[in-house]
């Protein structure tokens, strides 16, 4: 268990910096280049330059709007409230909600000195410039989580092997394993949490695509739904016929073919030919018999969804142009 995290240690750093570059150039306030850079540490980097974007247009607009009202009303709280009132309306129109807080606090040291002098509004933007530099330089580092996304995919997959081979055999003996539950809630757990690193790990690229583990991730959270609607059929099996014993085979089949380069083509070739043979084989003689046919072939369709997920995620992989990712 570490003591000091990555993010806290740069954050101390970070701080002392800030202070000590805005004492080194004489700037009055100092300390506030050392409390925007605590605020300015982010997880990601495009992240730390969408605030430093917005934070940096909230001062000018913070300082601009001030200076006017302070030489017009003058110094006083009352004129700050009006201050605010109109620049947290203005900031959130121009979506720079992340600069509010930081912006106000550097107008307070007009307030406090009764005057707006070139000087002053130089030394307010100097303090957010290093206050908002220094975090922006520490946060061009991030620790890479591309290993750990691996291991991601690895558990994943197994988890979803392990919960075809339960599929097969319960197809098999009508008897649902008393793991299933355990099985799924691992999956969908260990899902979010490779979902969220992917995404840490595209937003820290600024100059290359790196988007794979996103889409790799979002591919497998549609699978997880498919097997989820899968699932739901077993509730209504009671008896295993040649149909349910076919179906166990292929889905035996198939948890032996989990793996991240398989395009699924030839599975879903053989589920073709699966469901083709079903046509030739005798109807259901009992109205048990008919539900139990319904909810195999129900199963099938569901099972090849999960199917056609995997395939059109490698197909959309050979045709980059043909895709439209939402990057959230």
Same mark, same amino acid.
């Given at each position: 268990?570490k003591?000091?995290? =990555?993010?806290?240690?740069?954050?101390?750093?970070?701080a002392?910096?800030?202070?000590?570059?805005?004492?080194?150039?004489?700037?009055?306030?100092?300390?506030?280049?050392?409390?925007i &850079?605590?605020?300015?540490?982010?997880? &990601?980097?495009?992240?730390?330059?969408?605030?430093?974007?917005?934070r940096?247009?909230?001062?000018?607009?913070?300082?601009f709007?001030?200076?006017?009202?302070?030489?017009?009303?003058?110094?006083n709280?009352?004129?700050?409230?009006?201050?605010?009132?109109?620049?947290?309306s203005?900031?959130?129109?121009?979506?720079l909600?992340?600069?509010?807080?930081?912006?106000?606090?550097?107008? &307070?040291?007009l307030?406090?000195?009764?005057?707006?002098t070139?000087?002053?509004?130089?030394?307010?933007?100097?303090?957010?410039?290093?206050?908002?530099?220094?975090?922006f330089?520490?946060?061009?580092y991030?620790?890479?989580?591309e290993? !750990?996304?691996?291991?991601?995919?690895? =558990?994943?997959?197994e988890?979803?092997?392990?919960?075809?081979?339960?599929?097969?055999?319960?197809?098999?003996?009508?008897?649902?394993s008393?793991?299933?539950?355990?099985?799924?809630?691992?999956?969908?757990s260990?899902l979010?949490?490779?979902r969220?690193?992917?995404?840490?790990?595209?937003?820290?690229?600024?100059?290359?695509?790196?988007? =794979?583990y996103?889409?790799?991730?979002d591919?497998?959270?549609?699978?997880?739904?498919?097997?989820?609607?899968?699932?739901k059929?077993?509730?209504?099996?009671?008896?295993?016929?040649?149909?349910?014993?076919?179906?166990?085979?292929?889905?035996?089949?198939?948890?032996?073919?989990?793996?991240?380069?398989?395009?699924?083509?030839?599975?879903?070739?053989?589920? !073709?030919?699966?469901?083709?043979s079903?046509? &030739?084989?005798?109807?259901p003689?009992?109205r048990?018999?008919?539900?139990?046919?319904?909810?195999?072939?129900q199963?099938?369709?569901?099972?090849?969804?999960?199917l #056609?997920?995997?395939?059109?995620?490698?197909e959309? #992989?050979?045709?980059?142009?043909d895709?439209?990712?939402?990057?959230?």
């Amino acid at each position: 268990m570490k003591f000091i995290g =990555y993010r806290t240690l740069k954050t101390g750093v970070g701080a002392m910096m800030a202070i000590s570059i805005a004492t080194a150039f004489g700037l009055k306030y100092g300390t506030a280049a050392g409390v925007i &850079t605590i605020l300015s540490i982010q997880n &990601t980097k495009r992240q730390s330059i969408n605030l430093a974007t917005q934070r940096m247009g909230a001062c000018l607009l913070a300082l601009f709007l001030s200076t006017v009202l302070f030489k017009m009303l003058g110094f006083n709280p009352v004129v700050f409230g009006v201050f605010l009132m109109l620049f947290i309306s203005l900031a959130s129109m121009f979506k720079l909600n992340e600069g509010i807080v930081v912006s106000s606090v550097l107008v &307070t040291h007009l307030l406090v000195e009764k005057t707006v002098t070139t000087a002053l509004i130089v030394n307010e933007l100097a303090l957010m410039t290093i206050g908002i530099g220094v975090a922006f330089i520490l946060n061009l580092y991030m620790p890479s989580v591309e290993k !750990k996304i691996k291991e991601d995919q690895v =558990y994943i997959e197994e988890r979803i092997r392990e919960i075809l081979c339960h599929m097969s055999v319960a197809l098999r003996q009508c008897e649902v394993s008393v793991k299933e539950e355990q099985l799924f809630s691992n999956l969908e757990s260990r899902l979010r949490i490779g979902r969220e690193r992917a995404y840490r790990n595209l937003n820290n690229t600024l100059l290359s695509d790196n988007s =794979y583990y996103v889409k790799y991730m979002d591919m497998r959270v549609q699978q997880l739904h498919a097997l989820n609607n899968m699932r739901k059929h077993f509730e209504r099996f009671s008896i295993s016929y040649k149909q349910s014993i076919m179906i166990a085979d292929f889905t035996l089949r198939v948890s032996e073919s989990i793996h991240e380069a398989n395009t699924a083509d030839g599975l879903l070739k053989n589920l !073709k030919l699966l469901r083709e043979s079903f046509t &030739t084989m005798q109807l259901p003689k009992t109205r048990e018999e008919f539900e139990n046919r319904a909810m195999l072939y129900q199963f099938l369709n569901d099972f090849e969804q999960f199917l #056609l997920i995997k395939n059109e995620f490698k197909e959309e #992989l050979l045709n980059p142009l043909d895709i439209n990712w939402d990057y959230r």
